[in-house]
């Protein structure tokens, strides 16, 4: 997902300020619809805009908005409050985490199963106080420094799903919110042509001002950015924790139904024919029918007979998909430019099976649980050839202490990632 030409944009507490900009730069931009999530009812000229009655700390219409929205592209969690307090009272800090946190949290939440239809983007207006407190407002600092922090476990944890989360890091910018604090201040509309370009750009950390621009190259090379990196990596970035999306990751609404007994994975009804093996006659036993395919693993030269004996090794893996023919040409342009024909794609000894399935969905609801991993040697030519196959990459590619990663979906959603690891690792 990148440009914002025809796209479905929502952005929270878009009447004025940032958030008027922002619509006023979507529509600029030939978005095809954009909802204006506001408190009291809004009037816009362009039929392209769609008023959307939307109070962030009030879950029914967070609810009734989520409903009236049948598609999205992209969720820019905009809307906020700024109060200036000296911590003394809680209720100051209680409203604005209301607001700028869990206003952020409830929208997004709510908006996940059209993000994730649309392999989607969710843009948080953050602030540079999420990196250090402005002591005149150290309670809506803290409740920019908690929405830093949702924004980074958003990103790791909605990758699998295709979601892209962008924070916005903005600075003073001449709107009501900032009227009484003096300094230099960018407008709006600057900041809203610098936040669509830095989603444009997939830039996953935009710093949409000059004053915001002082941080950006720090913060990109900083061991801090270096740390959200390296944690996203420890768990599955594409894991749905339980009550993370509706359903999470172990409760019943996850399960698949039972299989019956002696069925392997599915209804006998249902199952398809198995890969065929070509026949190879020896010492006179029988062997399984002729056929095309021999997903038989290929002998390693190093494996010793005792490994082979004992070892069970993983020398196929079967995709089911519905549509293979689309499956089969992406991954041959992304990893086995040199196959051939409908048969399983040898990747250097390791075969990838494609196979039409009527028991699987279109796209992967779970790409986290199983992750193909490609060990290369030469890191930068495989890159450049994924690159050119225009693969949707998940994470970026990035050196962490273990090696050099990059994460990528295939058309059904499956995750996989290049790792050339460091020779100490
Ligand atoms: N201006 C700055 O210097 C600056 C700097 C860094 C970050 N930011 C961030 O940029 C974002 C936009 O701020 P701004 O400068 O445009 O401020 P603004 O002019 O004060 O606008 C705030 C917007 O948020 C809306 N809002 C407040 N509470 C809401 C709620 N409970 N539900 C829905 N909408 C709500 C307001 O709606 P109503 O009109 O109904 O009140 C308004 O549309 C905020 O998240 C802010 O923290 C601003």
Redesign the pocket.
Known sequence: MTATTDRIVLI??????????LLEEALRRGARRVYA????PLGHPDERVTPLL?????AAQIERAARSVPSLDVLV??????LYDDLGDRAAIEDQL???LF?AHGVTQAFLPQLTRSRGAVVN?????AFAPLPMVPA?SIS?AAAFSLTQSQRALLAGRGIRVHA???????????RA?DAP?AS?ESVARAVFDGVENEEEDIFPDPTSQTMAAGWRSGPAKALEREYAAVGPPHARPAGFGGGGGRGPAHRRPPVPPGTGTRPASRRAAPVPVRARPRSGRSRPAASTYDIRPRRHPRTTRRLEMTTPRPGSILLGTTRPAELRDWYRRALAPDHRGEGPIDLGGFLLVIEERDDVAPGNGEPGRMILNFHVDDFDAVEAQLRAAGVDWLVPVADRPSGRFGTFADPDGNTLQIIRFTRSA
């Open positions: 929270t507490g878009a009447n004025r300020g940032i958030g008027r900009a999530g506001t408190r009291e939307l109070d962030v700390t009030d969690n905009n809307a906020g409050t700024a209301a607001v700028n206003g207006n953050l602030s540079m106080t809506y920019k916005v890091f903005t600075g003073p910018t001449d709107t009501d919110m900032s604090f201040k709006p």
